[in-house]
């Protein structure tokens, strides 16, 4: 009897409803990845991108993704805030 109720205890225990005080500010992180190999390899967030040679005004991609007007793009090469050869995601 005695082995009865405390299995039955337990039991409860263990489908008691789990409350969680404290807050986790968890962020949803963005996925940005551009495909590995020689070229469009480097993620930048770029504000103009011209037919895909050349973009403008690029900076590196920050933990929380691209700003403002800037977008994703996935480049060759980032010379002096400009992208070279750029796909646009």
């Known amino acids: 009897m005695k082995l009865f109720i405390a299995a039955a205890l337990f039991t409860l225990g263990l489908a ?3 409350t969680e005080t404290k807050s986790h500010n ?5 996925t940005y990845s551009c495909p590995s190999g020689l070229t469009n390899s480097s ?3 770029c504000s103009v991108n011209v037919l895909g040679l050349l973009a403008l005004d690029c900076a ?3 933990e ?3 700003h403002g ?5 996935c480049c060759t ?3 002096a805030g400009q992208g ?5 995601q």
């Open 16 to 18: 008691a409803p789990v």
């Open 26 to 30: 968890i962020v949803a992180r963005s």
């Open 43 to 45: 993620p930048m967030c």
């Open 60 to 62: 590196n991609v920050g």
């Open 64 to 66: 929380d993704g691209c």
């Open 69 to 73: 007007a800037a977008k994703l793009n």
């Open 77 to 79: 090469l980032g010379l």
């Open 84 to 88: 070279v050869i750029c796909n646009e």
